[in-house]
């Protein structure tokens, strides 16, 4: 069986453009549904979320500073720090618990 990379091309540009397309003409007045309205406007934090979340942990070279930073994170974010500042401080657990992994 040969395969057709333009064949394959066509059909993933067919398919990103039929979910663009569909809902913009699909949909036309304003979504009036308030269960609906409220799934669809946590859609992009649950999306970052489940991008986010794993690369999280993964990320650094030892697996307990993920987990630190993570902890760090969520502690800081619900005492009310900037977005930046719970960058600084996760990126900080990290660099300090990689550092001391090498002591141990």
Not at 12 to 25: F, H, K, N
Request: hydrophobic share 60%.
């Amino acid at each position: 069986m040969e395969h057709n990379i333009y064949l394959y091309i066509f059909v993933a540009a067919a398919v990103s453009c039929l979910i663009r397309v569909l809902p913009l003409t699909l949909i036309r007045g304003k979504i009036k549904n308030p269960f609906l309205r409220s799934f669809l406007f946590y859609v992009p934090y649950a999306t970052l979320a489940v991008m986010t979340f794993p690369a999280i942990l993964t990320a650094p070279q030892v697996p307990l500073a993920g987990i630190l930073a993570l902890i760090a994170g969520v502690a800081a974010a619900w005492r009310g720090v900037s977005m930046i500042g719970i960058a600084v401080l996760c990126c900080g657990v990290v660099f300090v618990c990689e550092a001391a992994a090498v002591y141990f």
